[in-house]
């Protein structure tokens, strides 16, 4: 197991009820994990805990040989090797693409950053946009320059926030199956957060449905959205993908 | 052990800056609150008897005064210049925050000038139409001219804080009111002041606070008001210790007002709740509308900018000479660089306290904002007392450090400059820290985690992508209160060292020495500086 989670619990201080409660997973190396859930299911709360943004009340987390927190240790989110694309992206204004991919190489030599940035936006298939600054781009772009510059100092986990909710529904589905090509050309293990079941199920090889900080089902696509009939009722998201199978 | 780990996650350099800058804040005002229940002297049993009721009575009056017209200015301007467009309109918009250029003790004097018997006013009628006035009906040294000179040039704290909300909050429910056939003076009483309560409220906190540190105003006017008598008791009749005892009542008083402030407000914001926000759009004035509300702004403006600046203008022209000397430019120095100084430490200080409560949950993030702020509504002269005491005091601590190190053993931190920019710090830190803050909350938490996943630490991710971002508000933060510390007084007139002056402390000097027309290229130099930063800031805010 790369990934493990262990009795996970959290609680925003100024919340009555635990935001998390006992959250549980184990990750393969280089599997796409889908946690989906509804909105304020603290989806992005889990992907915060492990990312080191916020503090657990309880459990532990190893990614790797590594223990980022547990009871005693907490390891800062910068020094986790842990990526993420955010759900608005978050790219410095102030810098161009190119600079924007190479601030997380900071370690890096001069020659080694240049490779780099070419490879990441190689992969992403935006080789002339280097010099672009980030409001000169459009929405999936700036999604994807932001995937690069998670990718670039090749992290050990990769985690993405509602990637797909600021693209319009078209874009949506061509970039799915894209950012699937590349998560699996690279082999870095991920998880992404979702509302929609057609996203998880397009990319995930593994879906964690999430309800109110608890882990309901986990599975692949098929045993949860295939098989399980009464899904329907359980899930208050619209089950398109039931008449599609 | 999870404490421990929490404790040991949040000990940063940011966490421990932040604690020593915030006890920096709060030590001067502790100082006083330890000393206020020492045991009384003589002096003060006296002025508890005899004077302090008097003292009360002034202060209140002044502030009850002063309170109510600017909130009638101030509100009744916001409403005309948002909800109607009529001739000058976009020039009053940002003119009508130009009285607060002059600070209220230059407008005093220079009142004074042209309305006593040598001034234009009285001079005219005497030559031009032989008549000679009644003495008593020209004199402004009283209680109503105190107020009516505060009012006027505070009054623009009411008028910025109403017309943001009125702008940006207030279109659904005037438009409503319009629709349904309102005339303008109903929706100003039933549907702009109801609304604007909060708003309101926080621009008249603001006058009120102002009020209570105000000591040019009052003391050239003869009246006995808490400042004044915290000056006489210190500097009078040499004994700190019962100015201490006035200071420490103020400050009560002073957090009453706040107190008060909070309940008045309830738990109305007036922060921008909605994103989208829609202007209220101005209806066109026709016919002789038009000239009324051009009138009344032109009223206002006029004697709370032009006929003062005309007045120092004119003086001017009588002193010029004063320009070439190299004591003026010695005073411009001497301003301009312990406020640059006094800024710069600001600017610093509220950048590291910002930063530290933004990142952070918990008792002390949640509390250092507040105590940041606290020294603005602490007045001058009070703060100056505290810091006085705290630093005589650590000055008979390091006593025998001098000694050792073969000083003469004096008072070396007391009598510095270190001390006056210090007073300067605390009381205008908040200045600084607001305009931060809000540049702070523009931006959001989002760069900054997303540097810190990509390996940055807090502060590498500061230097590398919040301080970029926030440039403008840290600029902002630096001018505001570089020109709050210009026109400071009380504060000046205390710590300053001997033999120092700023271009404040000599213009009241002057005014006080009855050679008015001396004051006023100090004064107008102060006037020019703020005036230019309002136009900036006018003009920068717009574009936003
Ligand atoms: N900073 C915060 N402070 C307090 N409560 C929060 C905060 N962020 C999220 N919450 C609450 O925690 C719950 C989970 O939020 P979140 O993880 O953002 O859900 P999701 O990403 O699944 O929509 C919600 O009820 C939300 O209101
Ligand atoms: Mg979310």
């Given at each position: ?7 996970l619990?959290f ?31 603290g989806?992005?709360t889990i ?7 916020e ?8 990614v790797g040989d590594?223990?980022?927190c547990s ?14 694309v955010?759900?608005d ?19 890096w ?8 940035v ?7 298939n ?11 781009l ?9 995937l ?5 100092p090749?992290?050990?986990l ?16 061509r ?6 090509r ?5 082999g ?13 199920q ?7 449905v999430l ?8 599975g ?9 009939c ?13 008449s599609?199978? | 052990?999870?404490?421990?780990r929490s404790l040991?996650?949040?000990m940063?350099?940011?966490t421990?800056?932040?604690v ?5 804040v709060l030590?001067p005002?502790?100082?006083?609150i330890?000393q206020?229940?020492?045991?009384p ?6 002025i ?12 209140l ?5 002063v309170?109510?017209?600017t909130?009638?200015?101030g509100t ?21 925050i ?12 220079t ?18 139409f ?8 020209f004199?402004?040294m009283n209680?109503p ?11 623009p704290?009411v ?6 909300f009125?702008a940006?909050q ?10 349904l ?6 929706i100003y009483f039933?549907?702009v002041?109801?609304i ?8 008249v ?9 105000d000591?040019g105003?009052?003391?050239y006017?003869g009246i ?17 210790q ?6 420490g009542t103020?400050?009560v008083?002073v ?7 909070r ?33 009344f ?8 900018f032009?006929?003062?600046?005309i ?7 009588m002193t ?7 004591d ?7 301003s ?9 430490i600001?600017v ?6 910002s ?11 949640k509390?250092?904002p ?6 603005y ?14 630093f005589?005091a ?13 000083l003469?053993?004096t ?8 001390m006056?920019v210090?007073?300067y710090?605390?009381r205008y ?56 510390i210009m026109k ?10 001997f033999?120092f002056?700023?271009l404040?402390?000599k213009?009241?000097q002057?005014?006080?020495d009855?050679m ?10 102060i006037?020019?500086v ?15």
């Amino acid at each position: 197991m790369f990934v493990h989670i262990r009795n996970l619990a959290f609680k925003y201080p100024n919340s009555k009820d635990n935001t998390i409660n006992d959250f549980n997973l184990t990750i393969d190396q280089g599997e796409i994990i889908s946690i989906l859930g509804e909105s304020g299911s603290g989806k992005s709360t889990i992907l915060r805990l492990i990312a080191g943004l916020e503090m657990p009340t309880n459990g532990n987390i190893m990614v790797g040989d590594h223990c980022m927190c547990s009871n005693s240790t907490f390891t800062q989110p910068e020094k986790r090797g842990v990526g993420m694309v955010f759900q608005d992206y978050a790219l410095f204004p102030h810098m161009t693409v190119e600079d924007n991919i190479k601030f997380g190489l900071q370690k890096w030599s001069r020659k080694d950053k240049k490779n780099r940035v070419g490879e990441v936006l190689e992969l992403v298939n935006l080789e002339d946009y280097r010099k672009r600054y980030p409001f000169e781009l459009s929405g999936g772009q700036q999604q994807r320059i932001a995937l690069a510059r998670a990718l670039a100092p090749k992290p050990k986990l990769l985690l993405f926030d509602e990637p797909f909710s600021n693209l319009d529904a078209d874009l949506q589905i061509r970039i799915r199956e894209e950012l699937r090509r590349i998560i699996k050309s690279t082999g870095v293990t991920s998880i992404f957060v979702t509302h929609d079941q057609d996203d998880s199920q397009a990319l995930a090889d593994r879906i964690v449905v999430l309800r109110e900080g608890e882990v309901a089902q986990v599975g692949t696509a098929q045993e949860i959205l295939g098989t399980d009939c009464n899904f329907a009722d359980r899930m208050p998201v619209k089950p398109r993908v039931l008449s599609r199978v | 052990m999870k404490w421990f780990r929490s404790l040991k996650t949040t000990m940063n350099l940011w966490t421990v800056f932040s604690v020593i800058f915030v006890l920096l804040v709060l030590l001067p005002n502790l100082s006083i609150i330890v000393q206020f229940f020492a045991e009384p002297n003589e002096n003060w049993l006296h002025i508890r008897e005899y004077m302090l009721q008097n003292y009360i009575q002034n202060t209140l009056i002044l502030v009850f005064f002063v309170g109510i017209l600017t909130l009638f200015i101030g509100t009744s301007l916001a409403w005309i210049i948002s909800a109607y467009d009529f001739p000058m309109r976009r020039f009053f918009q940002w003119g009508m925050i130009l009285p607060l250029a002059i600070p209220p003790y230059i407008g005093a004097y220079t009142y004074h000038g042209i309305l006593n018997y040598t001034g234009v006013i009285q001079t005219s009628l005497r030559n031009q139409f032989d008549v000679t006035v009644n003495q008593q009906y020209f004199n402004i040294m009283n209680m109503p001219g105190a107020i009516f000179i505060l009012t006027i040039f505070l009054f623009p704290y009411v008028y910025t804080i109403t017309k943001a909300f009125l702008a940006r909050q207030s279109t659904a429910l005037v438009e409503n009111a319009r629709i349904l056939g309102s005339s303008s003076w109903r929706i100003y009483f039933r549907v702009v002041l109801p609304i604007s309560r909060a708003a309101i409220i926080a621009g008249v906190s603001l006058v009120i606070l102002e009020v209570l540190n105000d000591y040019g105003v009052v003391s050239y006017y003869g009246i006995q008001t808490f400042t004044t008598a915290i000056f006489q008791t210190w500097f009078g009749m040499g004994d700190l210790q019962s100015a201490v005892k006035l200071s420490g009542t103020l400050m009560v008083i002073v957090l009453g007002i706040l107190v008060v402030e909070r309940i008045a407000r309830g738990r109305r914001q007036f922060s921008f709740t909605t994103t989208k926000v829609k202007l209220l759009q101005p209806v066109k004035l026709e016919g002789r509308k038009k000239w009324y509300a051009f009138s009344f702004c032109m009223f206002i403006f006029s004697i709370g900018f032009i006929i003062p600046v005309i007045q120092l203008i004119y003086w001017a022209t009588m002193t010029y000479e004063q320009l070439f000397s190299h004591d003026f430019w010695q005073l411009i120095w001497n301003s301009v660089s312990v406020a640059f100084t006094a800024s710069t430490i600001i600017v610093i200080m509220a950048v590291v306290i910002s930063n530290f409560a933004r990142l952070n949950r918990g008792m002390l993030a949640k509390t250092f904002p507040k105590i940041t702020i606290l020294g603005y509504s602490i007045p001058g002269a009070v703060i100056a007392v505290g810091v006085v005491t705290l630093f005589t005091a650590l000055d008979r601590q390091l006593f025998g450090f001098y000694e050792w190190l073969g000083l003469e053993p004096t008072l070396l931190i007391s009598t510095s400059l270190f001390m006056l920019v210090f007073a300067y710090v605390i009381r205008y830190l908040a200045v600084g820290y607001n305009s931060i803050e809000s540049g702070f909350d523009r931006i959001g938490t989002n760069f900054t985690e997303a540097s810190r996943m990509l390996g940055m630490s807090v502060t590498k991710s500061f230097f590398k992508v919040d301080m970029k971002l926030i440039r403008g508000a840290i600029f902002g933060g630096f001018i505001l209160a570089f020109i709050d510390i210009m026109k400071e007084l009380p504060l000046t007139l205390i710590l300053r060292p001997f033999n120092f002056d700023t271009l404040a402390t000599k213009a009241y000097q002057y005014a006080v020495d009855e050679m008015i027309q001396q004051a006023a290229i100090p004064s107008i130099f102060i006037i020019l500086v703020s005036g230019i930063a309002i136009y900036v800031f006018h003009h920068v805010l717009e574009k936003e």
